[in-house]
């Protein structure tokens, strides 16, 4: 009989979560990634299935089995996360910033720092372990997660930051936090016309991204109404913090 490897990793997946919830073996001293290693590729390598798939298919099993079908959690086999160093809770914790790359990560710390709110950074994509581990910290903390957040976004204007925005978006909403108001940052109307022109980039149009980028330009309708995008670096941060002040202000210390 043939075997199929999403099948073997789902089951070795479940089978090793039962026996971590059922505190029959140690949690896993390291990240996804060490799962990898240690349980699946050896098993998949045995079988001849190895060739058939990759760690990627491996985080797409344990998606499916987390949030699509909703029958465990990464905290089940006591993950470390990858992102932890790259996130931190303020007094102001209804108010998170977020940006979609780990680069951006010195200027969330200072904000952090000056205004007291929540920061969250990405490291380049959203990750559904990171939301899962970012949500139980909020609560951890006893942080009333069915009240109002104020999200404010620093990520690419382009089509694959706003796909990245709304996962992460997507993912925090399943793990509890329901009513959220969102404000993007990086918006071409922050430059003038002569910079906006010297910083903007033509998008990417191959067949797989055309109807995310016909669906982002509906949304946005690109820089002056052509397919290009931004790069989140191209606002200066003394923008953003003045635009970043300004909204917030009202914001502070209103937790509710």
Do not use: C
């Not at 075997?3 to 090793?16: D, G, N, P, S, V």
């Amino acid at each position: 009989h043939s075997i199929t490897a999403a099948l073997l990793m789902r089951t070795i997946i479940w089978q090793q979560r039962q026996l971590h919830v059922q505190v029959k073996v140690p949690p896993i001293r390291g990240n996804i990634r060490t799962f990898w290693y240690s349980h699946i590729k050896p098993v998949l390598g045995r079988t001849g299935v190895l060739s058939k798939t990759d760690y990627k298919d491996m985080i797409k099993t344990f998606t499916h089995l987390v949030k699509d079908l909703d029958l465990m959690r990464y905290k089940d086999f006591g993950f470390t996360d990858d992102n932890q160093y790259l996130r931190k809770i303020g007094k102001n914790h209804h108010i998170i910033l977020f940006a979609e790359k780990s680069g951006q990560y010195s200027f969330l710390e200072d904000m952090n720092k000056k205004y007291g709110i929540t920061v969250v950074a990405l490291g380049g994509q959203p990750s559904v372990m990171s939301a899962e581990y970012f949500v139980d910290e909020l609560k951890s903390k006893g942080i009333d997660i069915r009240q109002k957040f104020h999200i404010f976004t620093l990520v690419d204007y382009d089509t694959s930051g706003w796909i990245i925005r709304d996962a992460f978006l997507d993912d925090i909403q399943f793990y509890g936090l329901g009513r959220l108001e969102v404000q993007d940052l990086v918006l071409p109307s922050l430059l003038d016309q002569e910079t906006r022109d010297m910083q903007k980039y033509p998008l990417p149009d191959s067949p797989t991204m055309q109807e995310k980028n016909r669906k982002w330009m509906a949304q946005t309708n690109g820089i002056d109404g052509e397919l290009y995008g931004l790069e989140s670096e191209a606002i200066p941060k003394e923008t953003l913090e003045k635009l970043f002040a300004t909204k917030i202000k009202d914001l502070l210390g209103k937790s509710k």
